[in-house]
Every structure is written in structure tokens, then in C-alpha cells.
């Protein structure tokens, strides 16, 4: 057990204990607002943290994003783990932290809800899926992804947020290759081809149809989600 609820980094630091020197330090890639997220990280224990802002990292795919966030692992690391969520509140796709794993050239370990130290260099996972759980063991350095209702952090204390907070900023110049055509907008080559809003759920009283006006609600069904369909390629 665990212990209090914790994030996956925080819990890892404690098991390693005060002689190995642990740090945890937090990232993320987003608008000036982000920048409090990595706040909110400090106040639960975090040693630094560090927000990639720049107007040419602005509508990056998971590509363009892994690439960032691997150049800046790069200029603040070297890291021994790194922990992402399993997938971002807007896009949803679960590529960053395997996309990151492959440009660094480390090991990933997806699905993750228990993470604990297994000697010198070496990192025990449990993956969760719908049937099974898996136990792993990765060398370090290793990426790993984690399950969100896993670890819920526990609220900070009062004390812990009146500390003052450094967040650094990080820019495109600060990059180990500042290029604007391998970021944002110009670097993704993922294309948005059309966007629509799915049918709004119709709420009502359940009724008994008899065969033509069930056969005529379903052809109406279908005619809709058809126009409501993105163009073919």
C-alpha cells in the first residue's frame, strides 16, 4: 500500500529515501495561463519547475509537442524517470510520452497505477488493463505513462502554498535545436480537416413505436449522422 495518495514521482522519492539525492521537478507546454499547473505541482512538493512558452510552439500535434518537451528534458536533465499523464485533457491521444520515449531512445511502459524503485538503476511498473495487470521491470533511464485515477494528489498545505514559487520559463531559443519549422503549427503534420459537433442526446420519455414510424425515426437517424459526416479523403 502506497500510503496517502500521492503523485507517482513524489511516492518514488519518498520509497528511494533522503540519501539518494532525489528531485522532482515538473514541466509542461502550453499558454502563459499554464503556468499555473506547475504552481500547483510546487505546492505539493516539487523540487523546480519549468513552462515551454513561445508563440511558434502554439497548435503543436503530439509530434511536434513530444518534440519540445524532449528538448527541454534534454537542457534541464539528464533524468533518470520520466512520468507523463496517460493522455491530455484536450487532444486525448496517448502519443506524447511514447513519442518522447522514441526520440530520447529509452524504454516506455504504458498504463501505469503503482511505480516503486527495484534496486540500483532498475524501476518495477505495473501496467493495468481491463482483464489483466502486468509487473515490469525497466532499466533507467525509462518514460513511463500513468493512469490519472491512480494517483490523485493530496491537497497541499497552507504552509506549502504561501512558500514563494520559481517557475522557469523556457522559450524556442533555449532549445537545443531552435528551428520553428520542427515546432508548433509548422512542425505538426497532423491536418484538422474538418471539425463538426456530434448530435446533441436527445432526452424524453421512452415510447413504444409500432413498425412503419420506428422504420421512419431510424431512416431520419441515418440521414442526419450521414450530413453530419467529414468528407472523405
Request: with cysteine.
Amino acid at each position: 500500500n502506497p500510503g496517502p495518495a500521492r503523485a507517482p514521482a513524489l511516492r518514488l522519492r519518498e520509497a528511494v529515501g533522503a540519501s539518494a539525492e532525489a528531485s522532482v521537478e515538473a514541466f509542461t507546454m502550453g499558454p502563459p495561463q499554464a503556468r499555473e499547473v506547475l504552481v500547483e505541482a510546487l505546492n505539493l512538493g516539487l523540487d523546480r519547475a519549468f513552462h515551454l512558452c513561445h508563440p511558434a510552439l502554439a497548435g503543436a500535434d503530439s509530434l511536434a509537442t513530444a518534440r519540445a518537451l524532449a528538448g527541454a528534458f534534454v537542457l534541464a536533465g539528464p533524468y533518470d524517470l520520466l512520468v507523463f499523464g496517460e493522455k491530455s485533457t484536450d487532444g486525448g491521444t496517448g502519443q506524447v510520452g511514447p513519442a518522447v520515449a522514441a526520440l530520447l531512445g529509452r524504454p516506455f511502459l504504458g498504463r501505469a497505477d503503482e511505480l516503486a524503485p527495484a534496486g540500483p538503476g532498475r524501476l518495477t511498473v505495473r501496467q493495468s488493463y481491463s482483464r489483466e495487470r502486468l509487473w515490469v521491470q525497466a532499466s533507467l533511464p525509462a518514460v513511463v505513462s500513468v493512469l490519472r485515477e491512480a494517483f490523485v494528489p493530496r491537497l497541499p498545505s497552507l504552509r506549502a502554498r504561501l512558500r514563494p514559487k520559481e517557475v522557469r520559463a523556457l522559450g524556442l531559443d533555449d532549445l537545443p535545436d531552435p528551428n520553428p519549422l520542427l515546432y508548433g503549427e509548422k512542425g505538426s503534420p497532423t491536418r484538422i480537416k474538418r471539425i463538426f459537433r456530434p448530435l446533441p442526446e436527445k432526452k424524453g420519455e421512452a415510447r413504444r413505436l409500432g413498425a412503419p414510424e420506428a422504420a421512419r425515426v431510424i431512416l431520419e437517424a441515418m440521414d442526419s449522422l450521414e450530413r453530419t459526416k467529414p468528407d472523405a479523403d
